[in-house]
Nanobody, 125 residues
Framework: VQLQAFGGGLVQAGGFLTLSCSAS????????IGWFRQAPGKEREFVAG????????NYADSVKGRFTISGDNAENTVYLQMNSLKPEDTAVYYC???????????????????WGQGTQVTVSS
């Protein structure tokens, strides 16, 4: 199983970026895909999650209304559209795959079996 996250970069506050998570190596129909982020000196935190079939999604309060998670099953890719970016969104962003069906567990790093490498997002003020 391989997850590849890409699309990070440097953007000014108020700008936007779209991250992509490409998944391969197995069938993900029973999986959820989550996006996490980790800022320097901080714990890795949940950002957003979506079921592979796209029937449910969940967001951290800090990104609600600004970030949108979506998937393209045909491309085996999950996207994180990030709008109205703030300096505090600066972090390394990771995508992960897990099988928990309970939304409340999506925020738990241990609920995920596979992780991709991170992609750096830097928001300048």
């Amino acid at each position: 199983v391989q997850l590849q996250a890409f699309g990070g970069g440097l953007v000014q506050a108020g700008g936007f970026l779209t991250l992509s998570c490409s998944a391969s190596g197995r069938t993900f129909s029973n999986y959820i895909i989550g996006w996490f982020r980790q800022a320097p000196g901080k714990e890795r935190e949940f950002v957003a999650g979506i079921t592979w079939i796209g029937d449910r999604s969940n967001y951290a309060d800090s990104v609600k209304g600004r970030f949108t998670i979506s998937g393209d099953n045909a491309e085996n890719t999950v996207y994180l559209q990030m709008n109205s970016l703030k300096p505090e969104d600066t972090a390394v962003y990771y995508c992960a795959a897990g099988t928990s069906r309970l939304n409340k567990l999506w925020v738990v790093k241990g609920s995920y079996d596979y992780w991709g490498q991170g992609t750096q997002v830097t928001v300048s003020s």
